[in-house]
């Protein structure tokens, strides 16, 4: 069974935008969000096209402000304090990764500097301890959308064992927080994880987010275990494209058409062991957006 986040998506999308319009007679404005996107890393502009453009579907205003990938942590610090200050607006997105002359320890000003009643990705501390503690509004975008995934799909959390491959602050932590919160048995793997295989092949609810294509394979899985697949990888090679989905996939026409393809980090072959699994591109990416959009309006309505 393929679990369709695109038409899911799209449903909360249609949820949203009567909240949108109702806030917009309200205040005479529809809700605003304003991203900040720093530099030219070819992958943020795509994501910010998306953001911006299903935004404006909703009824939302996006206002997107560009910084040369030159600009200094007081630069990017200045535009922050500016949105924070401004009462037009509702919701502040910058976009991951900043450039590297940013730095680890500028980005984290960056994202601290964030008023956390704007902060539509949830990454801002006092949200995180609020999620902690089960009491956030401002949940991170991805993995509050494999939480809807599964509820809207009938795919019962509670009682279950979910493993979280992954454990990096906007997608693996979180998400594990949020399916125990849910009262699921939540184990945690990652790089240093002995016996990965075995540990993940206990689960029902199997979340893969890693970064590297194909890497949960058949072996991984529980026959019938529900698998969430939250990679985006960008494959190039042809030779590994037609190892992970063999060399008569239809896939293979999109990859020679455009010389690229993009695969989660699942192999296509779990399907056949799996109860039910999302597709890469269409599950988990589109309800990232949409959840974003839930959370802009939800900030709009709770300051
Ligand atoms: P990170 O690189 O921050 O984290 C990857 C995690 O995977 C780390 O915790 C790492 O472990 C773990 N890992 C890496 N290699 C292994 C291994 N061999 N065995 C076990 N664990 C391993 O990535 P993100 O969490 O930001 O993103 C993960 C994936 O999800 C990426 O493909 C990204 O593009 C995608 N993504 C998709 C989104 C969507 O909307 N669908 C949104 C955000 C991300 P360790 O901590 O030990 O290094």
Known sequence: MLLDGARIARTIREEVAPRVAAFDTAHGRPPTLHIVLVG????????????ERAGAEAGLTVAVHRLASSVTVEDVLATVKSLNDDPACDGILVQAPLPKGIGKHGTELVFDAIDPRKDVDGFHPHNVGLLVQGRA??????????????DRTGHAIAGKHAVVI????????PMALLLLQRDATVTICHSKTPDLVATCARADILVAAIGR???VTREFVKAGAVVIDVGINRVDSREQAVQLFGANHPRLAGFDQRGSMIVGDVHPAVAEVAGAMTPVPGGVGPLTIAMLLKNTIEAAVDR
């Open 166 to 173: 992954g454990r990096s602050e906007i997608v693996g932590k």
């Open 40 to 51: 030219d890393d070819p992958a943020s502009q795509i994501y910010v096209r998306n953001k």
């Open 213 to 215: 294509p194909g890497f």
């Open 137 to 150: 509004v401002l949940k991170p975008c991805t993995p509050s959308g494999v939480v809807e995934l599964l």
